[in-house]
């Protein structure tokens, strides 16, 4: 099966600073993993995603980095803003048929002003 | 833009009774999930479900639970008889193609077992 642990549970950064949440996962034929970003009492909200034949995606203000040799999958969060603040969760889909996405534990990212 | 409504928001229900959490999908989404989060925990995969029947369950998903999709806008999840253990989140979630697809979730019904 699929284990997916991330880093840190907490992450403290100053508003305007670029952010960074790490997740490890343990399947090395999972191919497509996802972010999710959950406020408090909101359902995880899609943010950005990337596919086992990439290394790096961008979306708006946002990166995702795949390193499969390590299997380690990073988010970068660029000049954050206080609406950032919320917990992020990696996803891992393992393939092999498999419909679930495997979850990280999350991150709490706060900002301080 | 669409999205995926959950109601209710909070349930409250004595143990050993049966409970229905209800979904709109995104409406020309095929696949369907439930995932619960118990509080402080991971999300976890309960099941899938795909041209009305059951894809893909986990080992949570027991026989006590039950899913089905009464209408063509509707997906429910049925706990027979709630158990404390059972209270949690329960995110309904939707995607176009299968799970290798973006997964869109619901806001959540908070689950609360006395």
């Not at chain 1, 972010?35 to 290394?55: H, L």
């Not at chain 2, 349930?11 to 509080?39: A, K």
Request: hydrophobic share 35%; net charge negative; charged share 20%.
């Amino acid at each position: 099966g699929e284990s997916v642990g991330l880093h840190l549970p907490t992450l403290s950064v100053q508003e305007g600073d670029n952010s960074i949440i790490n997740c490890a996962y343990s399947n090395s034929a999972s191919d497509y993993f996802i972010w999710y970003k959950q406020e408090s009492g909101k359902g995880p909200q899609f943010i950005i995603d990337i596919r086992s034949n990439m290394d790096k995606r961008q979306g708006q203000r946002v990166t995702v980095l795949l390193n499969k040799t390590v299997k380690h999958l990073s988010l970068q969060i660029a000049a954050t803003q206080p609406g950032d603040s919320a917990v992020y969760f990696c996803a891992v889909y393992s393939g092999g048929g498999a419909d679930g996405l495997t979850f990280g534990k999350g991150t709490h990212l706060i900002i301080q002003p | 833009e669409p999205e995926v409504t959950q109601t209710p928001s909070h349930q409250v229900t004595q143990m050993g009774q049966e409970v229905i959490l209800r979904c709109v999908p995104i409406s020309n989404h095929l696949y369907f999930y439930w995932y619960r989060q118990i509080l402080g925990q991971k999300v976890e995969f309960l099941v899938s479900f795909y041209n009305n029947e059951i894809s893909e369950k986990s080992e949570i998903f027991d026989d006590q639970f039950s899913v089905e999709r009464p209408d063509g806008s509707n997906f429910t999840l049925k706990i027979r008889s709630t158990k404390l253990e059972d209270s949690a989140m329960y995110f309904c979630a939707s995607s176009w193609e299968r799970a290798a697809d973006t997964q869109y979730f619901g806001p959540g019904t908070r689950l609360t077992v006395l």
